[in-house]
């Protein structure tokens, strides 16, 4: 604490543009990076996304070489999943953490300095693969070998920014559990934190947990490439399956490491303009707990074709269905939340009503690829594409694009134009279901993934999807619109409270927020926090 | 569907094999193998994908009729659960606004509701489960199994060998290399100016570009067929979604899956994981014949001395058929 309160006299007074945004221990100012930095990578992803969706516009090759359009579906994943949710959601917890726990900063401020300036270096040697001999990995997101060994020296630098990436979200989330741990101002109990504050608690851990899994399997993979060992060579005795369940360990935990902090968003900004409080708060707790406990439990669901013995796949089948439960309790809760509520449709809460219905989409996939017999018809066809986009851009994103119009008047200190930020919703959630509602179709009629060409009965739907690919992305431009006319050119000032029943300690705070949060440990008033009567 | 002898001498290959006719050795084949009269007409329909398709096939063997029953239940069991989730949303968004003049209400929990939206699809779930679990066990009894034949997945092709019919091994019919149509393949090159549609086959009006091969897989129908799956190079995926026969192809690691086909036809697939540059043009094409024409195309297959005199053709070379697979 002598630290941050050094680092706190010495940022208020003599920062150059240089040394604030280079140099930065503030969580605000490290915020405000790691949520930059996001949205950039997410223009960069998107443009991956356009070139797919252009490719597939039509069958037939036009545009690219098959190959180039693999490194594009690789490099769209890796940089979606680790360069925009990911980091957007540590951004939002280094913003909001502090602010909500009544803390004046984040715990270990130049750790959170480090593990943002490790994202950038990552990304130039990820990206940089494009421009090398042999171009840049194109084995997919989830880069099995043996065919990602086939690659060439460019999967060296996608593993050490792999490497980079998982130790920069591990000790992200570090600073996350010392904080929410620590940093509490006297009266936050655990059980009187906000929504937001638990979820990122309890991901922090699946964080820590399969990051180094991950670092582990890629490292093999690197050791097999470059230094002649064999763990994955099928033909000296390794075993290419044993990848497979290395990687879902780490991905499948990881897919709720992206979705987790997202039901904490939804869960602060239904219960605002619904203006009643939170149904099942502790029910809410425990579902976000038991998720993260049943996902280090089902990651063969990833793998059902690949010939494990039967009573794997009946374990695994039984464990997913399991997972459906918890989250299937959060969203009758937030639906019951507004049930009886006196509800008002601000910007933020279409979001969060939008990622209502397409997570639930989603999830309904999900469960019915949990099913083994009918997952061995869905597996490796466009109906999972369908599946992950539901989950991770109408869950994930809508829920990240949500918590920024929540949010940001209180960041900024103005109003946005909410006229534009209905328009980007309506926009987006009706492109959003022509790009992937009939990918789901695609996926029934054996479209597979990963192809750059199909046969003419694929076409028709396709072209829709596509379509629909390229409204989504132009919307996109309304937010960057929406977002810097607010920062920088909005004459409408925000309120500290913004909205009429947010209630948690971050609107106590003036708006924008002074650049440390709590100098002093608030007072905390029960009625003042989102959760004070405890007894829910 | 004409399944009469046909000596017109039209080809029962895919469209591929047409295209390939123009060389000596494969017209031979083809027209030997026409001869052998296994015209299979308009069988294609019905079994692979069509325009604006918009679910699963039904498929062909009893698997693949489970597995369509229990997609459509669980598809309908979301829709119903989507009905009434969003239902009782949409409602409470219509009638609980502010704007309206809605006061919300203050309770936050109800010990019954939420016991009884946990225990329901506790139910429905174990509903779903249990009958997928039946066809699970299904699925991984291959036991029984009349015919065995092994198939590996290169990049970018498929290798068929027969290993065993009827209780008896089979080893003089010569390795099935089974690749993309030329026809499509020429469509498919970047800039190519061929345009997708016009590859078709002849015999059908199917557009199969993609979806053809130089030479399929040749099955009887009403024959309990195991799938020995395994891949040279890197990992493939084998299905043809109609049999709901599908395994991962691995390199080093034999898999299995099996299907018994009692509809003749010709059934299209593709490779479904993801295997280098080609992944999108190694398709499986399955063509199942009555098993007496099965039976007269494996004897023509061993015996090609037999083929000749079936086909009244004077020489016949034997079939080393088929390009030899690209490693690398
Ligand atoms: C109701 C909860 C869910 C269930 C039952 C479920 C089930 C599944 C299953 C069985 C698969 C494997 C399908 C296959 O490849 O054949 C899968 C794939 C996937 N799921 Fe989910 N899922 C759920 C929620 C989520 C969430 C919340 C996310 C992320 C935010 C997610 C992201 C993914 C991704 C990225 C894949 C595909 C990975 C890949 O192969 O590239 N899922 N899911
Ligand atoms: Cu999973
Ligand atoms: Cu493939």
């Not at chain 1, 929410?180 to 309890?202: E, H």
């Amino acid at each position: 604490m002598s630290s941050t309160a050094q680092a706190v006299h010495y940022e208020e007074h003599h920062q150059s543009w240089f040394e604030r945004w280079f140099m930065s221990t503030n969580h605000k100012d490290i915020g405000t990076l790691y949520l930059s930095f996001s949205f950039l990578m997410l223009f960069v992803g998107g443009s991956m996304a356009m070139l797919i969706r252009a490719e597939l516009f039509e069958p037939g090759m036009q545009l690219m070489q098959p190959y180039f359009f693999n490194e594009l579906t690789s490099m769209h994943g890796l940089v979606m999943i680790f360069g925009v949710i990911m980091p957007s959601f540590v951004g939002l917890a280094n913003w909001m953490i502090p602010m909500q726990v009544g803390a004046p900063d984040m715990a270990l401020p130049r750790l959170n300095n480090l593990s943002f300036w490790i994202l950038p270096f990552a990304f130039i040697l990820l990206l940089s693969t494009f421009f090398m001999p042999g171009g840049a990995p194109a084995a997919g997101w989830t880069m099995y070998p043996p065919l990602v060994l086939q690659g060439g020296e460019a999967i060296a630098f996608m593993i050490f920014a792999i490497h980079l990436m998982g130790i920069s979200s591990i000790l992200g989330s570090i600073n996350i559990i010392a904080t929410i741990l620590n940093m509490r101002a006297p009266g936050v109990d655990l059980l009187k934190m906000p929504m937001f504050c638990w979820s990122w608690l309890i991901t922090s851990f699946l964080v820590i947990a399969v990051m180094p899994v991950l670092a582990g399997a890629v490292t093999m993979m690197l050791f097999d490439r470059f230094f002649g060992t064999n763990f994955f060579n099928a033909a000296a005795g390794g075993d290419s399956v044993m990848y497979q369940h290395v990687f879902w360990f780490f991905g499948h935990p990881e897919v709720y490491i992206m979705i987790l902090p997202a039901f904490g968003i939804i869960s602060e900004i239904v219960p605002t303009f619904a203006r009643k409080p939170l149904f099942g708060y502790k029910a809410m707790v425990y579902a976000i707990a038991c998720i993260a406990f049943l996902s280090f439990i089902v990651w063969a669901h990833h793998m059902f074709t690949v010939g494990m013995p039967l009573g794997g796949e009946v374990f695994f089948m039984f464990s997913t269905m399991l997972i459906a439960v918890p989250t299937g309790v959060k969203i009758f809760n937030w639906v019951t939340t507004m049930w009886k509520g006196s509800l008002s449709f601000e910007v933020p809460m279409l979001w969060a009503i939008g990622f209502i219905v397409l997570f639930s989409i989603g999830g309904f996939s999900g469960v019915m690829m949990a099913l083994v017999p009918a997952d061995f018809q869905y597996y490796g066809t466009y109906f999972i594409v369908a599946h992950f986009h539901y989950v991770l851009v109408g869950g994930a994103l809508f829920s990240i694009i949500g918590a920024v119009y929540y949010w940001l008047p209180k960041w900024s200190g103005n109003m946005y134009s909410s006229f534009w930020g209905k328009l980007h919703f309506w926009s987006s959630v009706i492109s959003v279901n022509v790009l992937f509602f009939p990918q789901q179709f695609l996926g029934f009629a054996g479209m597979p993934r990963r192809i750059p060409d199909y046969n003419v009965a694929f076409a028709d739907w396709n072209m829709v999807s596509s379509i629909g690919g390229f409204w989504f992305g132009a919307t996109q431009l309304v937010f960057v619109g929406v977002v810097i006319h607010c920062v920088f050119f909005s004459k409408q000032k925000a309120t500290s409270r913004v909205w009429e029943h947010a209630y948690g300690l971050e609107w106590t705070l003036p708006s924008p927020a002074p650049h440390h949060s709590f100098t002093v440990p608030p007072v905390i008033d029960d009625s003042q926090l989102a959760h004070g009567d405890v007894t829910h | 569907m004409n399944m009469g002898p046909d000596v017109s001498g039209n080809s029962i290959l895919p469209k591929g094999a047409m295209t390939m006719s123009s060389s000596n050795c494969m017209r031979r084949v083809t027209g030997a193998i026409a001869a052998l009269g296994t015209l299979l007409v308009s069988m294609t329909a019905a079994a692979n994908p069509v325009p604006w398709q918009m679910n699963l096939p039904k498929g062909v063997t009893p698997i693949s009729h489970e597995i369509w029953d229990l997609h459509m239940a669980a598809l309908w069991v979301c829709v119903v659960l989507g009905i009434v989730v969003f239902g009782a949303m949409f409602i409470a968004i219509f009638r609980f606004r502010k704007s309206k003049g809605a006061v919300a209400a203050t309770w936050t929990h109800n010990t019954k509701m939420e016991f009884a939206w946990t225990l329901v699809p506790v139910l429905i779930l174990i509903g779903l489960a249990t009958p997928a679990t039946i066809i699970t066990r299904n699925m991984y009894n291959a036991t029984d199994a009349e015919m065995t034949v092994k198939v590996t997945g290169y990049q970018w092709l498929w290798r068929y060998d027969y290993i065993s019919y009827d209780g008896k091994p089979v080893t003089k019919v010569p390795t099935i290399w089974s690749r993309l149509g030329w026809d499509s393949n020429r469509a498919r090159q970047l800039d190519s100016g061929i345009s997708p549609w016009s590859v078709v086959d002849k015999q059908t009006g199917y557009h199969d570009y993609l979806l053809d091969v130089t030479e399929p897989l040749v099955i009887p129908a009403g024959v309990k067929v195991r799938f020995l799956i395994t891949a040279d190079d890197v990992i493939h995926g084998w299905w043809v979604p109609d049999f709901a026969a599908k395994r991962d192809a691995l390199p080093g690691i034999m898999n299995d899956a099996w299907a018994k086909v009692d509809q003749p036809g010709i059934y299209r697939g593709q490779c479904y994981v993801l295997c280098g540059q080609d992944h999108s043009a190694m398709p499986i094409v399955v063509k199942v014949l009555p098993r007496d024409q099965f039976n007269a195309w494996l004897a023509a297959r061993e015996n090609p001395a037999a083929l000749d005199k079936a086909a009244r053709t004077a020489e016949v070379t034997p079939q080393k058929s088929g390009p030899e697979p690209a490693k690398g």
